[in-house]
Nanobody, 116 residues
Framework: QVQLVESGGGLVQAGESLRLSCAAS????????MAWYRQAPGKQRELVAI???????RYADSVKGRFTISRDNAKNALYLQMNSLKPEDTAVYYC??????????WGQGTQVTVSS
């Protein structure tokens, strides 16, 4: 089992920044990838950014150039730096871990609200 706890969400104005953190604990060996997803009201959960073992990263087109995903292996932590936030970024953001290509774990989510 892997436990994930997100933090760093909040209410900001358009153009401002936030940094989300995800602390991982438990059976953290064999992690293939870590990612951030988000889900806005009435919409499906979508992939925001992913960092794969070895450090390769991918981003949703809607956040490219504004968001940066990073990982601190020593701290078993995942981060999402979000700059130039827009109202359409408003959502609950979830941390996700892919372990061994078989198991997927989710955090409880953290709310990000961007006002115009």
């Amino acid at each position: 089992q892997v436990q994930l706890v997100e933090s760093g969400g909040g209410l900001v104005q358009a153009g401002e920044s936030l940094r989300l953190s995800c602390a991982a604990s438990g059976s953290i060996s064999g992690i293939n990838a870590m990612a951030w997803y988000r889900q806005a009201p009435g919409k499906q959960r979508e992939l925001v950014a992913i960092i794969i073992i070895g450090g390769d990263t991918r981003y949703a087109d809607s956040v490219k150039g504004r968001f940066t995903i990073s990982r601190d292996n020593a701290k078993n932590a995942l981060y999402l730096q979000m700059n130039s936030l827009k109202p359409e970024d408003t959502a609950v953001y979830y941390c996700n871990v892919d372990r061994l290509g078989i198991y997927h774990y989710w955090g409880q989510g953290t709310q990000v609200t961007v006002s115009s």
